[in-house]
């Protein structure tokens, strides 16, 4: 395992692009087009705004899910893992009244290529990359999928200033009741335990935007990398209420790790288990329904024999398809969305 994540890291750094070569500027929100699946044309193009007529819907609902960059045989695992989210997804996405939000983070370049090829997902969603042209690493980065009979007004990416490992906030807004707005983010904070510390600094920017006079709602959620004390009042330290805790979640508590179960088992006896996925949020629109974790126990399919072997030959107990739980967030939203 140590040999993967050196190969990892040595990917990453060399893959990392150098800072006057990209064109955002740190800490500042830099616009990227959202896609749609065009059936007639075959391909995947940017999306325009449809003025969709208000509809009401009784729910939004959000997946996040880390899937793990440094294991083999990604295109395997990341079809496993899409399959359980379309088990998932299948039924909100024939519910009139329900809003689906799929965010994953440590994508790889070959995961967009595959999740782009998934008829449900080219029926059902819209697509933030279909490249890694806006991902402040050439190695990993994040993707959200938004439930195509939304309407979006915006979508961007900060990238920030205060990090080591090129991670970034991708934010969706979708237009709701009378000119307002829900703004959907999609994060993977700094990894590790530094010092001094970066997560702070990046949630700070992330509030930022949360809390911007024309937002009138807004949800974040993904891999929080919370491993420090200071992690847990991330959310109070910058006015956002944690959906885990809202409803009565206890921290250090089995109920609520989303990492670590599916560690290897000296990483697990060495660094424990911990609340790493999470989703924060803010604005009086926003009425926190339900909250739970998801993808315990997802591996690769018995038929992959030589790939679930890879997986296996590095000490797991099971050919998991990531070494994260993901997390489901349902909300329900005053006024009507555009749907």
């Not at 325009?48 to 793990?68: E, G, L």
């Not at 920030?160 to 999609?186: I, Q, W």
């Not at 335990?193 to 009138?216: D, F, K, N, T």
Request: hydrophobic fraction near 35%; aromatic fraction near 10%.
């Amino acid at each position: 395992m140590d040999d993967l994540v050196r190969n990892a890291i040595k990917q990453a750094e060399t893959l990392k692009r150098k800072p006057d070569s990209t064109p955002w500027k740190a800490d500042q929100p830099w616009a990227q087009p959202c896609y749609s699946w065009l059936d007639e044309q075959k391909e995947w193009r940017p999306v325009t705004a449809s003025q969709k007529p208000f509809i009401v819907i009784s729910t939004v609902v959000v997946y996040s899910w880390n899937i793990d960059f440094m294991l083999p045989c990604p295109d395997t695992r990341v079809n496993a893992a899409l399959a359980y989210l379309q088990g998932l997804a299948n039924q909100l996405l024939s519910d009139p009244n329900a809003a689906v939000i799929i965010n994953l983070q440590e994508c790889v370049s070959s995961d967009l290529v595959t999740i782009s090829q998934k008829q449900w997902v080219r029926d059902s969603f819209y697509m933030t990359d279909i490249d890694v042209s806006t991902w402040a690493s050439g190695a990993y980065g994040t993707l959200t999928l938004v439930d195509r009979r939304l309407d979006i007004t915006s979508c961007f990416r900060v990238h920030y200033s205060k990090t080591h490992m090129e991670r970034e906030a991708l934010f969706v807004d979708v237009p709701y009741s009378h000119g307002k707005k829900l703004r959907l983010c999609n994060t993977h904070l700094e990894s590790l335990a530094r010092e001094p510390p970066l997560r702070p600094a990046q949630m700070q920017v992330i509030a930022s935007y949360m809390h911007a006079e024309e937002v009138s709602g807004a949800i974040v959620t993904g891999d929080f990398n919370a491993i420090q004390p200071f992690d847990m009042s991330l959310h109070s330290d910058n006015d956002l209420k944690d959906a885990y805790l809202e409803l009565g979640g206890r921290e250090d508590t089995d109920e609520g790790y989303t990492w670590g179960q599916q560690a290897l088992p000296e990483l697990r006896k060495l660094y424990g288990c911990s609340r790493m996925d999470k989703v924060y949020y803010c604005g009086g629109d926003l009425k926190l329904l339900g909250f739970e974790r998801f993808g315990a126990d997802v591996e690769i399919s018995e038929e992959q024999k030589d790939q679930r072997d890879q997986v296996l030959s590095l000490g797991f107990e099971k050919a998991w398809v990531t070494d994260h739980l993901g997390v489901k967030a349902v909300f329900g939203l005053t006024g009507n969305l555009r749907l």
